[in-house]
């Protein structure tokens, strides 16, 4: 009798052991709504993991990768050298950095707003200020009002560096906290201009742009990023540290690179990474 309680229990006692996985993300802005979907989907298919995540921008997910307060970065521009040395460092190793999808960086106007494209430099004049007004651009006569993100946000930076030239921001610009705050904020404001990630432009206009003035204005849609034209295209990152990729960490990311993951990565509005890449 008592063999056989002790059996019981202790086959009890291995029924109970469940592994229960924690996951955290933080970072960019742009790619809440993408890692908030992956999150969701990927704990409806594997029971016991959860799945954390949270916004800031790119900046503070990079911080947080390099204090040791997320196992995840999501993040919408590449790490700065100066990062990379510092994590390098700290953790006497390299972060490893995974391309895990496409965005087409967009331009966004009112619905109303009568321009279909602008070039480089008519941003990089709108933007920084030298251009006031949209009857400059081929616009109708009313001063152009500005959105853009704070300085933490990786598509601040990249938007910085690769359309204004590392130029400053004008002054006069709205400093919001997110890029959905960006479209609210042009989706009532005729007069307004913004920029964001593809996924995000429900209830605006996204522009065409061109590299150089008098030159093709091109569409952000995918075959546009894929083929190389459209001129704001970007990669959209996952940084982890050696020490934390593997395992549940491993498997996740592993996950949003499959043909499931990437699914998502389409339904949000982003474009999947080509299979070369993954």
Known sequence: MKLTSLILGVALATTVVVRADEITVKGSDTMV???????????????GTTVQVTGGGSGTGIAALLNGTTDICDASRSMKS???????KQFKVRPHEYK?????LS?????????????????????????TNWKEVGGSDAP??????ENSSGTYEFFKEHVLNKKDFAAATKTMPGTAAVI?????DEAGIGYGGVAYGEGVKALKISKIDGGSAIEPKEENVLNGTYPISRYLFNYVSPAKDNGAVAEYIAWCLSDEGQVVVKDVGYFPLPKNLR
């Not at 709504?33 to 029971?47: F, N, P, S, V």
């Not at 100066?82 to 390098?88: G, I, K, L, P, R």
């Not at 619905?111 to 709108?126: D, M, R």
């Not at 609210?184 to 009532?188: P, R």
């Open 33 to 47: 709504i993408l890692g908030q979907k992956w999150a969701e989907t990927y704990m409806k298919k594997h029971a």
């Open 144 to 149: 152009i009002s500005l959105y853009g993100r």
């Open 184 to 188: 609210q904020g042009v989706a009532k």
């Open 107 to 131: 331009v966004y106007v009112h619905k109303s707003n009568p321009i279909e494209k602008l070039s480089f430099a008519q941003l990089e004049g709108i933007f920084t200020g030298k251009i």
């Open 100 to 104: 895990m999808c496409l965005d087409a």
């Open 82 to 88: 100066s990062e990379v040395a510092t994590f390098v």
